[in-house]
């Protein structure tokens, strides 16, 4: 991780020369249909007089434009040559400025349906149709499967209790709404929602899903570079023996999420090997056969070694994780969130803290980074098109602070409320905080199918276990 001590101030990433560059493309007037038509001769009605008029004038024409286009060629040449040379790098400008408006311009998708917990008592709240009020959800039609796919919807890996309320045991506002999910509709679409005045059931849902994404020390916490345990719970540090290799996050106590390079640069390892740390701050207060051992590496199946698209690997533990003060799981994006750029998100590790490589540090680093346009960091002024949907760009252009080797794999994290969500693993980039070269991170909110898949799969052989096992 480097980050500059005397930080100056940056302009802003995606401020640039904006105006003033013309690009002339096919479409423009000149090349129109319209235009062609208007130059079409309509000869066939014309009478024979104006017929053998009309000959000797076509071929004075022609021999005019053939002279014409000869001198054309000889004179000029150079100067049309010089032209599209212009044009070209007036392209590259125009494609480092164009990208300014580029957020600003998206529409940001448009949410169905939205859902929140009530942390007082685990009630279960919808929201449908950007309608303002919160409606509590019936039990009527309510299932395991529904409550799964809400908490998937918050960003959580897993449900862990779900149950009904009597309503007459809560304390209500009296224009309180309800929804009942409608059986017939599955998923979470804004229809399967309809809107009811009470429940007819009279029980309404109350829904735990697993915790994520908080800090419980961070009160404690006060400014700078220093990383305090338990300020990012969910830092992990993944070992080969007892050294370090990579960073990592925990999704729960089973799963720890990292970068897939991680893995394919040490894939000759054997899997007993690897280790995963947490709560740890200080690298050298870890010794040899502490951490817990990995069962299982998963890595992504589409990861490419040649552009590190798909850079993201899963880690099954084989004895869970304490969970405490200091080590907790982050929470995955929600579904359709957008974190828009300028977002300032956060990126920890252990990795080299010089653009030299030569140092790495003991004591975990972080760094405050914003997100840069994926668009922006796409043109020719910076990564000339190598980010591929699955990669998202954050850091300075000033090369003030970004991560580095031995960072790749950890957790880039942004706050959504007091709710702190990993939205990029530290995946590569040109060189470290160099000017014009932010970090690339892989985007998490393209992998939640497939992270979730795999713990859905994981836990329903647990459980089949268990019912084999009694
Ligand atoms: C690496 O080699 C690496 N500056 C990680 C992050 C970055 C560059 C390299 C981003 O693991």
Redesign the pocket.
């Known amino acids: 991780m480097?980050d500059d001590p005397n930080p100056t101030e940056a302009q802003d990433a995606e401020e640039g020369p904006a105006f003033g560059i013309i690009r002339v493309e096919p479409g423009d007037q000149l090349w129109s249909p319209k235009t062609q038509q208007q130059c079409t001769s309509p000869v066939g009605r014309w009478c024979p007089p104006q017929r053998g008029y009309a000959v000797l004038g076509a071929l004075g024409l022609l021999a005019g434009v053939g002279v014409g286009s000869w001198l054309l060629v000889l004179y000029l040449w150079p100067a049309s040559q010089l032209a599209s040379e212009t044009l070209q790098g007036q392209e590259m400008a125009w494609n480092c400025s164009e990208v300014s408006n580029e957020d600003v311009l998206l529409p940001s998708p448009r949410k169905t349906v939205s859902f929140r917990i009530n942390t007082e008592d685990f009630l279960l709240e919808v929201q449908v149709r950007a309608q303002p009020d919160w409606l509590l959800v019936c039990h009527e039609g309510w299932s395991l499967a529904l409550g799964r796919q809400v908490c998937r919807h918050l960003g959580h890996l897993r449900l862990t209790h779900h149950k009904a309320v009597i309503l007459s045991d809560v304390k209500l506002n009296g224009s309180q709404g309800f929804a009942q999910v409608s059986p017939r509709r599955g998923g979470l679409l804004e229809e399967a929602w309809q809107p009811r005045d009470n429940c007819t059931s009279g029980q309404i849902v109350s829904l735990k899903c697993s915790d994520c994404g908080a800090r419980p020390l961070a009160s404690r916490i006060v400014g700078g570079q220093a990383v305090a345990p338990g300020r990012w719970p969910w830092q992990a540090s993944v070992a080969l023996g007892s050294r370090h290799t990579?960073g990592g996050s925990v999704l729960a106590p089973h799963w720890v999420v990292t970068?897939a390079?991680?893995i394919h640069s040490f894939r000759l390892s054997r899997l007993s090997s690897w280790r995963v740390h947490a709560g740890l701050v200080s690298h050298s207060a870890i010794r040899p056969h502490q951490g817990a051992v990995v069962e299982r590496i998963i890595p992504h199946p589409l990861y490419s070694a040649q552009n590190h698209d798909y850079d993201v690997a899963l880690l099954r533990l084989r004895t869970p994780l304490n969970f405490s003060d200091t080590v907790g799981a982050v929470c995955l994006p929600a579904q359709e969130q957008h974190f828009p750029r300028g977002s300032h998100c956060w990126v920890s590790g252990w990795?080299h803290t010089d653009p030299s490589h030569s140092h790495s540090s003991d004591t975990l680093q972080d760094t405050v980074v914003p997100l840069l346009s994926t668009h922006f960091c796409n043109s020719s002024c910076v990564y000339g098109g190598a980010l591929t949907p699955r990669m998202l760009c954050a850091?300075y252009l000033d090369g003030r602070a970004?991560?580095?080797?031995?960072?790749?794999?950890g957790p880039l994290v942004c706050p959504d409320g007091d709710t702190w969500r990993l939205v990029g693993v530290?995946?590569?980039?040109?060189?470290?905080?160099?000017p014009n070269?932010?970090?690339?991170y892989a985007k998490v909110a393209t992998f939640l199918d497939w992270i979730h898949d795999i713990a859905r799969v994981s836990l329903e052989k647990e459980t089949l276990m268990e019912e084999i096992l009694g």
């Open positions: 480097l990579c970068a390079h991680c990795g850091g970004d991560a580095c080797q031995g960072d790749s794999g530290v995946s590569w980039g040109r060189g470290c905080a160099e070269h932010p970090g690339v």
